[in-house]
């Protein structure tokens, strides 16, 4: 198991990295660094300031540079010019996500401490009330609805589910500070090939992600996705996955937490008494499970999981991964959050655990959503479905079809019936002769070859016949 790095350790790399308002890069940082440490030690030991929300990474590979984040948000008053210059890209936000933004972004000091306000979540019932609109829930469904939605469920996930492994992997570690590329992980998840230079750490999240979607998207021969379901088992279960290997003390993972948690970057202080922390985590699941539509169950997890913290960490990477379950159960485009900017996503949760106000990561995630519509509808396009007819049929379509050539005969409907085999079944004879007549549609030299038909032959049959090569 990877070595935990000391609290001490970290707090002197994040003083560091404070004394420098601007931001530093690595290299600039292993320079200052009294103990020369190894560049994958230090590598690590960035990530999980990051992870802890005390600093936030800007920039891509050599240009990237670590800054601390109350600094960050501090620098962030600036016109709106610098403010895209300095953070990226953003998500489309509403008014009201801009008055979110606009107070998280304020320093630390500037914003009062919060605990757990249980009004929060005893103000919510579900059917009732709604985060998201009517209006904004019939746009999401007519986004997400697939060509499978009458198929069993899982049926859409399955479909994509090597693409989905590759971008959720990627875009919900990344979320995390995670560094691996998208052709990074896709070489990790197809080959197990780990990217130089990566830290262990985080190639782990990353396989982690991938065993928690396949335990979401079963094996095609599993009809029923047993597993996809909104119970507390299935929670702990996510959390046991995205987890492993990756908490101080092994035996937290899949376990609700027994100790209090400090949130980094953000003023808000979880539930600490187990007890408590234990009862809240039920009443959410099963509030969670009574929600009706899919995409107001959807974000409710998004809202109250990581506002509960019931886990030690990787709380937020269960609450992306939760989210999915009710649209793989009602065959659903999934979400990736590919392409999502970490700074509005981070945003987005402080307004939650700070203000207990939605509409920031709303913002996040009706943007995300039709990101991800996009992409995979794209992506399901591409899939052309087995016709199961034909393959049963494939070995008399094949005769039929040579034989009509090389005995020089009229591809017609009664010409293909009287050379029906009768391994045709009669119900099914009537398809079966529109399928030959579509083959004969579609033939030429070059797929001629699949029925034995060479193309000398066919030449003759289509100049006695007439017809166009």
């Not at 999502?340 to 203000?355: K, N, R």
């Not at 038909?453 to 289509?462: C, G, K, T, Y």
């Amino acid at each position: 198991m990877a070595r935990t790095t000391p609290p001490t350790e970290l707090d002197q790399l994040f003083a560091l990295i404070s004394s420098h308002p601007d931001g530093v890069g690595i290299e600039a940082i292993t320079t200052a660094q009294a103990d020369s440490l190894k560049r994958r030690t230090l590598q690590r030991r960035l990530t999980t300031l990051v992870a802890q929300g005390r600093v936030q990474r800007v920039g891509e590979a050599r240009a990237a540079r670590y800054v601390r984040a109350a600094q960050a948000a501090a620098s962030l008053q600036a016109p709106l010019g610098d403010v895209q210059a300095f953070v990226g890209p953003y998500v489309p936000t509403s008014p009201e996500g801009e008055e979110i933004k606009a107070y998280v972004r304020q320093p630390r000091a500037m914003r009062s401490p919060v605990g757990y306000r249980l009004a929060f979540l005893e103000q919510y019932h579900p059917n009732h009330t709604t985060y998201l609109p009517k209006s904004l829930r019939d746009q999401l469904h007519s986004m997400g609805r697939a060509s499978t939605e009458h198929t069993p469920a899982g049926t859409f996930a399955r479909d994509i589910l090597n693409r989905l492994l590759i971008d959720l992997s990627w875009a919900s570690s990344q979320l995390e500070g995670n560094t691996y590329s998208r052709l990074d992980t896709e070489r990790l998840i197809e080959f197990g090939q780990a990217a130089e230079g990566k830290d262990a750490l985080e190639t782990q999240m990353i396989l982690n992600h991938k065993q928690a979607i396949e335990y979401l998207v079963p094996d095609p021969s599993v009809r029923n996705p047993a597993h996809a379901q909104l119970t507390p088992d299935c929670i702990v279960a996510l959390h046991a996955f995205l987890s492993d290997g990756l908490m101080a003390d092994p035996a937290a993972v899949g376990r609700l937490r027994r100790r209090a948690v400090e949130i980094g970057g953000s003023v808000y202080l979880p539930v600490a008494l187990p007890q408590r922390l234990e009862e809240l985590f039920g009443i959410v699941m099963q509030m969670a499970a009574e929600i009706v539509d899919p995409f107001e169950q959807a974000f409710f997890l998004m809202v109250h999981l990581p506002y509960l913290q019931p886990f030690e960490d990787v709380n937020k990477r269960v609450s992306r991964l939760a989210a999915n379950i009710p649209f793989i159960r009602h065959n659903l485009c999934p979400l990736s959050f590919i392409d999502v900017p970490q700074s509005a996503y981070v945003d987005a949760m402080i307004g939650v655990y700070e203000l207990n106000r939605i509409e920031l990561l709303r913002d996040v995630f009706v943007w995300a959503y039709e990101r991800s519509c996009q992409q995979y509808g794209a992506v399901q396009q591409n899939l052309v479905p087995p016709d199961i007819f034909r393959l049963r049929y494939r070995q008399a379509l094949s005769e039929v079809v040579a034989a009509i050539v090389k005995n020089n005969e009229v591809a017609t409907e009664p010409g293909v019936s009287a050379r029906t085999p009768a391994t045709v079944s009669a119900p099914d004879r009537a398809h079966f002769i529109q399928l030959v007549l579509h083959e004969f549609a579609a033939l030429h030299s070059g797929n001629a070859v699949r029925f034995g038909i060479r193309p000398l032959e066919l030449a003759a049959w289509r100049q006695r016949h007439g017809e166009s090569g």
